[in-house]
């Protein structure tokens, strides 16, 4: 119940393209759902995260939409550039627990 | 206005000897969380320490790990007799009371 699934594994886009990750969750409990973004030999870096009392949160190319009832959210980047290739992870946490449960990770590959 | 700091980047250890891992948290940021990755994986939870308290060690192995976050200085994660399955990235991670949890660059830790 604690799991975040997240696909794809990997994912290769165009340059220009609309790169999309879906994450799944099974616990409701869950209130606060962030996106990281991280590059070889780095730490992962917020993105952008949102909660579950709005179904759509944007921040330039990147979207992420919030289906509450499917217990499903996904990311989008809009027209996808070289520099976007990394690695995606998608989590979850709630109030009171801190700690973040992380999906599986996408690796994105945008082609020029 | 550093990041979250970690030391060493890289560590080099032999079966059955000590490893510590050090973390020093953003300026102002009280709550400090410590992951670990395996090739191709995502994070998964090991401890939650407040200063001098440790709150969430629920991800933790049972035995030869600990974290300490004392009053003065950064928070040390501690393997005593490493083996093979300890190879991994650790990540160290911090936030404010309520806010955006910033992670570090990681330390990579080989056994060999």
């Known amino acids: 119940q604690q799991q975040v699934k997240q696909s794809p594994q990997s994912l290769i886009v165009q340059k220009g393209g609309i790169s999309i990750i879906n994450c799944a969750y099974e616990n409701t409990a869950f209130d606060y759902f962030p996106w990281y973004q991280q590059f070889p030999g780095k730490g992962p870096a917020l993105l952008i995260a949102i909660r579950p009392d709005v179904s759509e949160k944007k921040e330039g190319r990147f979207t992420i939409s919030f289906n509450k009832s499917a217990k499903q959210f996904s990311l989008h980047i809009m027209d996808s550039q070289p520099g976007d290739s990394a690695t995606y992870f998608c989590a979850a946490s709630y109030q009171g627990a801190q700690k973040l449960v992380f999906g599986q990770g996408t690796r994105l590959t945008i082609n020029p | 206005n550093a990041g979250v700091m970690q030391n060493p980047r890289h560590l080099v250890r032999r079966r059955g000897q000590e490893a510590r891992l050090r973390c020093s948290p953003m300026?102002?940021?009280?709550?400090v969380y410590w992951y670990r990755q395996l090739p191709e994986e995502g994070l998964k939870f090991m401890v939650y320490?407040?200063?001098?308290?440790?709150?969430?060690e629920s991800g933790m192995p049972k035995e030869r790990f600990s974290a300490e976050f004392p009053k003065e200085g950064p928070s040390i994660l501690r393997i005593q007799q490493v083996v093979r399955g300890d190879s991994a990235a650790y990540f160290c991670?911090?936030?404010?009371?309520?806010?955006?949890?910033?992670f570090g660059d990681g330390t990579r830790l080989s056994i060999l």
């Open positions: 991670a911090s936030s404010p009371d309520r806010g955006r949890t910033h």
């Open positions: 300026k102002g940021h009280s709550h």
């Open positions: 320490l407040q200063k001098e308290n440790i709150i969430d």
